[in-house]
């Protein structure tokens, strides 16, 4: 781990929660993984505020903001305003010593601040320099966010830091580039940065701000009125200050015969990490987690081993916590790893006992159960838009019997704004005839949003 100035790096722990009973010929394990880091020098749970370092503390970072400047950001006059204002915020909100950047996003990626391929280190100064810069921000042009990628990946590759980040903010859809071309920047900058990413207004389109952060293991949301934008920045600007272990991987090592079926991480969203492997040795694979600081997420694992006799017992899965290493000879897989201290065991126990084998682990039966509501709430919304109805409504039914049973208010609460909820227990619900737009994309944009199970 490079460049920490004065900053107690956290400490990792993994915890596993699983039924290891299989019965007579079962071959499915599935484990919930707790991976909690602490004693770092910031908090950024939900209910404590991030550190302040002092001058010329906390990890050496890196950030480039990404501000829409397409002429739909003149709709009304008050949204340029209100990303100008945003973006001041975050500026103030970066630590002294953190170098960053200023891109203009329209059919071009333009840097407004510091410019000539540079970045600036946060002081008095050149935040100051950088509010300055701002005032010149105009609407005009088109939407390639591919393009605001790749610049920022230039501009955050130049500094030798531990935290590489980017935010990211559009009001339209993508319509200056292909689909392929988007796909292609993300795909070229997956694993180089982490980016938050935030749709302002109802003109923008939910798939794509929410592939940006899923792509770069960074949070998504909407920003409806374009006035909440500043608290929204100074919030994302904090957390991201709180980071302080980049490139976090959970390396999973299987025996011979066992297959992983999939990775995902499951509080505090749903995130597939099944697709994003990278090999690191015999039958081991790395799936990135991204960056830290003092936080605790889930993920549920799901692996198959070959079946074996009543009585036997047999390590399905060890998992560890690595920071890889570069890339090994040849460019096959990774080079040596620092390992982060945390460890665990999944096993497979088989027995005749029907009442342990058939037991589901609470932790595992609640993830189950918010991937899925994740996918009929975005199953649900894709019918609604389609013209069925009748086929939204057995979805979004089933989406808020999903939350009530979970306790996920949150979503409750939003689901509440796109249908009429006759019976939440067996998921009786109406479609609402007349549905604000805002609260659609809400729904359809914190819809991966998990509750934690109580442990």
Avoid at 10 to 15: E, N, R, V
Avoid at 329 to 336: C, I, Q, S, V
Wanted: proline share 5%.
């Amino acid at each position: 781990m490079a460049n920490f100035a004065k900053s107690n790096v956290p400490q990792f722990s993994l915890d596993v929660y699983q039924n290891e009973y299989l019965p007579e010929g079962g071959t499915e394990v599935n484990a919930v993984v707790t991976v909690t880091a602490t004693g770092g020098g910031t908090i950024g749970s939900a209910v404590s505020a991030p550190h302040v370092y002092a001058p010329g503390e906390g990890p050496s970072a890196a950030v480039v903001l990404m501000v829409d400047c397409s002429g739909s950001m003149d709709y009304p006059p008050t949204k340029m305003r209100n990303a100008r204002d945003a973006t001041a915020a975050a500026i103030d909100a970066l630590r002294d010593g953190v170098h960053f950047a200023v891109v203009g996003g329209t059919h071009v990626a333009k840097e407004v601040y510091p410019g000539a391929g540079r970045l600036a280190v946060a002081d008095a100064t050149t935040r100051a320099q950088a509010k300055q810069a701002l005032r010149a921000l105009s609407a005009g042009g088109g939407t390639a966010i591919g393009t605001w990628l790749r610049l920022a990946d230039r501009l955050l590759a130049s500094a030798d830091v531990a935290i590489r980040h980017g935010i990211l903010l559009t009001d339209g859809r993508n319509e200056h580039e292909s689909p392929e071309d988007l796909r292609a920047a993300l795909e070229a900058c997956a694993g180089r940065f982490t980016c938050d990413a935030r749709g302002v207004g109802t003109d923008w389109e939910v798939k794509e701000v929410t592939a940006v952060a899923s792509a770069l293991l960074g949070s998504a949301d909407i920003v409806a009125d374009p006035a909440g934008l500043a608290e929204d920045f100074t919030r994302m600007m904090e957390t991201a200050m709180g980071k302080e272990v980049a490139d976090v991987a959970l390396r999973l090592w299987t025996p011979a015969g066992a297959t992983v079926r999939f990775v995902k991480q499951v509080a505090p969203s749903v995130e597939d990490l099944t697709g994003r492997r990278t090999e690191a040795g015999p039958r081991a694979g790395d799936y990135p987690l991204g960056s830290w600081g003092d936080e605790s997420r889930d993920y549920h694992l799901c692996v198959e081993v070959p079946p074996a006799d009543l009585g036997r017992e047999m390590l399905a899965a060890r998992l560890s916590l690595v920071i890889p290493g570069p890339p090994g000879p040849g460019g096959d897989g990774a080079g040596a790893a620092e390992r982060l201290g945390a460890q665990g065991l999944v096993r497979a126990v088989w027995t005749d006992d029907l009442a342990a084998s058939t037991a589901i682990n609470p932790q595992v039966a609640h993830y189950t159960g918010q991937a899925e509501l994740a996918q009929v709430i975005r199953q649900g919304l894709d019918l609604r838009k389609a013209g069925d109805n009748d086929g939204a409504t057995a979805k979004l039914g089933r989406a808020v019997q999903l939350a009530s049973a979970s306790g996920n208010a949150d979503t409750a609460k939003l689901l509440a704004k796109v249908v009429d909820v006759v019976d939440a227990a067996t998921g009786t619900v109406r479609l609402k005839t007349k549905v604000e737009e805002a609260d659609e994309m809400t729904l359809e944009t914190r819809s991966t949003k998990t509750v934690r199970v109580k442990k």
